[in-house]
């Protein structure tokens, strides 16, 4: 079995400011992950994925994230937050299980970005 | 343009009309899957489909069916809605891997009275 925990539903910056929004998770084989964005009234676009060639790994628009497997986390962060990165933001761990694909989303973070 | 197409993208129903909400995708791509999103609860899995012909249930199936009889489409299902299936539907497909990404449709915002 697989989860993902993210923590914070809702997140607020200032722009200019970090934004750091976090994503644990467990598995009992190695997982692969991702992070995806949702804009409103669209659906989820991926913004970046681990697969064990980079701990750290830069994804679109700025953002990047970092695999500690110590620490079973995948936290995503952004040096300067701007206004356009106001949205939702889901976790995601995919591994195999059996001969199918278990994949499991986090509930999500909503981030807010303040002028 | 590869994508993923999802209709309707708004749909009000009453309570025991059976729907269908239709997803294609045009990138040759083995894995589709189905999720709703409720506030609070993320993206919930309700069925998935590792291939043609090859199906099965997620977290949430009950109340839902799917078919895969092409490999581009995945309609799902819903033979008697019911209010608490009032929900956001997303449709997803990947190339086989578990380490591909989700190519997600825009989304059907379904309301069952």
């Known amino acids: 079995a697989q989860s993902v925990t993210q923590l914070g539903s809702h997140v607020s910056v200032s722009e200019g400011a970090l934004v750091l929004l976090r994503c644990n998770y467990s598995?009992?084989?190695?997982?692969?992950l991702f992070w995806y964005v949702q804009y409103p009234n669209q659906g989820l676009q991926l913004l970046l994925k681990?697969?064990?060639?980079?701990?750290l790994v830069k994804g679109i628009n700025g953002f990047e994230a970092e695999f500690k497997k110590s620490e079973t986390s995948f936290h995503l962060t952004k040096p300067s937050a701007h206004m356009s990165d106001a949205a939702e933001y889901f976790c995601a761990v995919s591994a195999r299980s059996g001969s199918a694909r278990q994949l499991t989303f986090g509930s999500g973070t909503q981030l807010t970005v303040l002028p | 343009e590869a994508q993923v197409t999802q209709n309707p993208r708004y749909l009000i129903t009453v309570t025991g009309k059976k729907l269908t909400v239709t997803c294609s995708q045009n990138m040759n791509h083995e894995y589709m899957s189905w999720y709703r999103q409720d506030p609070g609860l993320g993206l919930r899995q309700i069925y998935y489909?590792?291939?043609?012909?090859?199906?099965d249930k997620g977290d949430v199936p009950e109340g839902y069916k799917v078919s895969r009889k092409e490999k581009r489409n995945f309609p799902l299902i819903l033979e008697s809605p019911s209010p608490n299936q009032t929900s956001l539907y997303f449709c997803?497909?990947?190339?086989?891997?578990?380490?591909?990404?989700?190519?997600f449709g825009n989304g059907t915002r379904l309301t069952v009275t």
């Open positions: 681990y697969t064990s060639a980079a701990t």
């Open positions: 598995s009992s084989v190695p997982p692969y």
């Open positions: 489909s590792m291939n043609v012909e090859v199906t």
């Open positions: 997803a497909s990947s190339p086989r891997g578990e380490n591909s990404p989700l190519h």
